[in-house]
């Protein structure tokens, strides 16, 4: 007889398997088989002291911990145990989001850094329209001036559709390496083809392919309107660059309350780049980026979602078109 199975805490994890209440990702299932096999396929050796016993106590208990299980009223749970852990939920989580519709893609974000007070900017998408709201102007301004006051003045909806040197259509998506709207649309669901298309679409890198990777799926996660299977492949992209470390709960700068983890690349004197994200909705909530010494650089994803309107362009602030004429 399995003595293990006398004690109820390992009785009930064992109860759950191999089918446990409450739903967990493919990478959970296999780590929570392999616990059970590990805590309840080998008996103890016969006539252990009453040492030895309270020792297995010890090591059961830390693994139920290292694990983050917690068993209550029969639901089997897992708590974040690594970096790769929280991806990959948000991964899981993602893919069950609602399909979004709408006739633009909206994201409207707060920036902040050393150099400006805190600004918003908005963005209007379509496959042939990129119209942008953006404070940055008025917040160096302010800056300046040493107030916190923005003027309206500084503060205009440009349109953006044809601003590419040979005059493309914008927008695009994925910093290192950019995608059209359509391309966006036909990019693979699954992680390990993903992560070969966008590879195959980098160029020459001084930084190394695990921070292009990290940007341009980054990018992708916070600007564009990537179907709720996509996000899922891309949150898996993340979990498997290496060098992700987990940093733990923390807010953002809209108080919400999220999950932060780190790419450390401060060996390449590229500084710490830091996800706060909500596992629960697979939503990326905001970017820091840290250099020692530096005030960090904070983009926080405020709103993020379809839009069946938008704003009349107006005139430039400066440069061709502008009114009043400006030179910028």
Do not use: K
Not at 14 to 34: F, G, H, K
Not at 187 to 209: A, C, F, N, W
């Amino acid at each position: 007889m399995n003595r293990l199975l006398d004690d109820p805490i390992l009785r009930r994890l064992a109860d759950a398997n191999p089918v446990p209440t409450t739903e967990l990702t493919a990478t959970e299932s296999v780590r929570a088989e392999a616990l059970l096999r590990t805590i309840t396929a080998v008996p103890p050796a016969a006539g252990a002291a009453r040492s030895r016993l309270r020792r297995l106590g010890i090591r059961i208990a830390a693994v139920v911990a290292a694990l983050g299980a917690a068993v209550s009223a029969g639901v089997l749970a897992t708590a974040p145990a690594s970096a790769e852990h929280v991806l990959l939920e948000a991964a899981s989580n993602a893919a069950e989001q609602p399909v979004a519709e709408g006739q633009y893609w909206y994201v409207r974000s707060q920036s902040d850094g050393p150099d400006t007070i805190p600004y918003e900017r908005e963005v209007w998408l379509a496959p042939d329209t990129f119209l942008m709201r953006d404070e940055y102007v008025a917040a160096e301004e302010a800056q300046r001036e040493g107030t916190d006051h923005l003027d309206p003045e500084l503060v205009r909806v440009e349109d953006l559709s044809n601003s590419g040197e040979d005059g493309a259509t914008v927008p695009t998506f994925g910093e290192e390496a950019m995608f059209t709207w359509q391309e966006l649309m036909d990019l693979p669901t699954d992680s390990d083809q993903l992560q070969l298309v966008i590879e195959g679409r980098l160029g020459p890198t001084h930084h190394g392919r695990d921070y292009d990777m990290w940007m341009v799926v980054t990018g992708m996660l916070r600007n564009s309107p990537a179907s709720p299977e996509l996000r899922r492949a891309l949150w898996e992209v993340l979990a498997a660059v290496p060098g992700t470390h987990l940093l733990g709960r923390t807010t953002d700068a809209a108080g919400r309350e999220g999950t932060a983890i780190e790419l450390d690349l401060s060996d390449r004197r590229l500084g710490h780049d830091v996800l706060v994200l909500d596992p629960a909705t697979g939503a990326l909530l905001e970017s820091r980026f840290l250099v020692e010494g530096v005030e960090p650089l904070r983009s926080t994803v405020l709103e993020q979602g379809p839009r069946d309107t938008a704003p009349t362009p107006q005139p430039p602030i400066c440069g061709p078109g502008s009114v009043p004429e400006r030179f910028c």
